[in-house]
């Protein structure tokens, strides 16, 4: 079923089982002391020495003349590795996103975008807001994906035509003039998808709607902020996972550890198009290489540090459970399958999301209040495994006295 606008039921439950339309608390204060376990996100990471002294001897120039060698071999090396024509090294993923859809669609055209992915829910609506794009919002299943009918449905106008297919022979049967609606022009998905909990999208579902926008001549963008995890969890490379997209945003600031920036590939037309709108949006850099260059070194580790995060993911979920009173495993479990590098301890039947939060804050451990009835916590380089000790030594007294 196509949606355009919220559909939440009374009790802000949305149709898929697990995805809550409570609110984020993504910027809750958290009284962080230089001692905390910081599990809030993968983007609390502070640069490791060899990123610092990469940063400390990178080449620079200006950038916006072309001229930071760091920075271009890194747009260069992304493209590569992603099996795309070029990239663009961008302040953020939020800013990589709008600009490939701004890339994509005039104004007054149209994204087709879920409702939980982070480009609709958490970048503030700017697509419309500075781009004057619109969006059509679909469901989103638990696993992040969409419903591939969902998707056909909701593609409307196409060069100011709305085309009629036969659905018995898939092939287009007329087309009609229509000046109501904007025109789709791209489908955004998300790898791994954040809201459902860092799911790794079925590379089948991918393949199928690569395949549908080909078909109806649309492009696919995916905000791959987190592509790496997407590319360890299904064993395979980012060249793989990106080959179903046109574009891909990643971010170096999440589980990868760089301090700031992110990375936009894609056809050399599309990357020049980008490069001259974040210009616009203040974005043009100058001596970047000094981020560039913690980029780099992010880049050296990112299986082995991505490895690690997931291995740490799945054994905490498991302790987790383990240290769960029989008792309680209805009130408090963590989801153990199709892990990456987030854990969500599911919190109901009068345990309280707030109780568990607040009670691991004030053993200094920071996570995140993700909905009214999960906690997320984020594997990520800073976090060991002794503190994986004491996460759940901290746990098990939160359970005995329930
Ligand atoms: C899936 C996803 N996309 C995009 C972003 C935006 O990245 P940034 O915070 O660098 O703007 C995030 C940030 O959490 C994210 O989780």
């Known amino acids: 079923m196509t949606q355009t606008t919220n559909g939440i039921n009374g009790n802000g439950h949305s149709a898929s089982t697990d995805l809550l339309d409570t609110p984020s608390a993504y910027t809750q204060k958290s009284n962080k002391t230089h001692t905390s376990i910081d599990l809030r996100s993968d983007t609390v990471t502070v640069p490791s020495l060899e990123m610092r002294q990469a940063m400390a001897e990178a080449i620079v120039g200006d950038d916006v003349y072309g001229e930071d060698t760091t920075t271009v071999r890194l747009e260069q090396r992304c493209a590569e590795l992603f099996g795309k024509e070029a990239g663009l090294f ?22 087709i975008v879920g409702r939980y992915n982070h480009i609709h829910r958490w970048e503030q609506g700017n697509y419309a807001q500075l781009a004057g794009i619109s969006a059509t919002t679909l469901e989103v299943k638990p696993d992040g994906t969409m419903d591939l009918d969902d998707i056909e449905q909701a593609i409307r106008v196409q060069g100011g035509y709305i085309q009629i297919y036969d659905e018995s022979s898939d092939t287009e049967v007329t087309s009609i003039p229509d000046c109501h609606m904007p025109a789709s022009k791209l489908i955004c998905i998300e790898n791994t998808h954040n809201y459902t909990g860092g799911k790794a999208l079925p590379i089948d579902w991918m393949r199928s709607v690569k395949m549908l926008a080909e078909r109806r001549s649309l492009k696919v963008h995916m905000d791959g902020a987190r592509i790496y995890n997407a590319a360890i969890s299904c064993n395979t490379t980012v060249k ?41 949006l203040g974005g043009g850099w100058r001596q970047s290489g000094v981020l560039a260059a913690a980029a780099h070194v992010a880049l050296d580790h990112a299986e082995a540090t991505i490895k690690a995060d997931h291995e740490r993911a799945k054994k905490l979920s498991k302790m987790i459970n383990e240290a769960t009173p029989e008792a309680l495993r209805t009130k408090v479990y963590a989801k153990e399958n199709d892990i990456t590098n987030m854990v969500l301890i599911h919190c109901e039947n009068g345990v309280s999301v707030q109780q568990l939060t607040d009670f691991f804050q004030k053993h200094d451990i920071l996570a995140m209040t993700f909905d009214a009835r999960r906690i997320r916590m984020v594997l990520n380089w800073n976090v060991n495994d002794e503190n994986l000790d004491t996460i759940v030594e901290v746990y098990k007294k939160f359970v005995a006295q329930l």
């Open 90 to 111: 961008v302040a953020s993923g939020t800013m990589g996103n709008l600009l490939a859809i701004m890339a994509h669609c005039q104004r007054g055209e149209e994204i």
């Open 240 to 280: 793989q996972i990106a080959s179903f997209a046109d574009t891909v945003q990643m971010c170096f600031s999440k589980g990868l550890g760089a301090p700031v920036g992110s990375i936009l590939v894609g056809p050399k037309a599309f990357i020049d198009k980008a490069r001259h709108s974040r210009k616009a």
